[in-house]
């Protein structure tokens, strides 16, 4: 009877050990919660205002290949992208998502003159 009881204890720790795996792994791979939630991937400045940050890291990758940045100046990209998580003279972020130690960004450096000069995705 004893045994039949540490079988059962011996499994649901295992099973509990898999769940934890599996809750930070897909906390730490912005990437996974595509499989768990509807993900826009075509960039309209509608499914940007509607998105979650996680969703915001595929609709990126299609803005930063759709939109020139030699078309495009700071107030072009909060007009596209709304207002920046964080906004200084030379640089445009959005946060795109939360990584297990840090965040996906979008960011946008900037000229004196207020135009992009670079465009891209990084962690940070």
């Given at each position: ?29 912005p990437y996974w ?88 995705i990084h962690e940070?």
């Amino acid at each position: 009877m004893i045994k039949h009881y540490f079988k059962w204890l011996d499994w649901s720790v295992a099973v509990g050990f898999l769940f934890v795996l599996l809750f930070f792994a897909y906390i730490s791979n912005p990437y996974w919660s595509g499989y768990f939630e509807e993900v826009y991937k075509d960039f309209s400045v509608e499914n940007w205002s509607k998105a979650n940050e996680h969703q915001r890291l595929y609709m990126a990758e299609d803005f930063l290949e759709k939109y020139s940045i030699d078309n495009l100046d700071r107030q072009e990209v909060v007009k596209l992208l709304g207002k920046p998580t964080h906004d200084s003279k030379d640089r445009l972020d959005y946060v795109l998502a939360l990584t297990l130690a840090d965040y996906m960004l979008l960011s946008f450096e900037l000229s004196n003159e207020g135009n992009i000069i670079k465009a891209y995705i990084h962690e940070s």
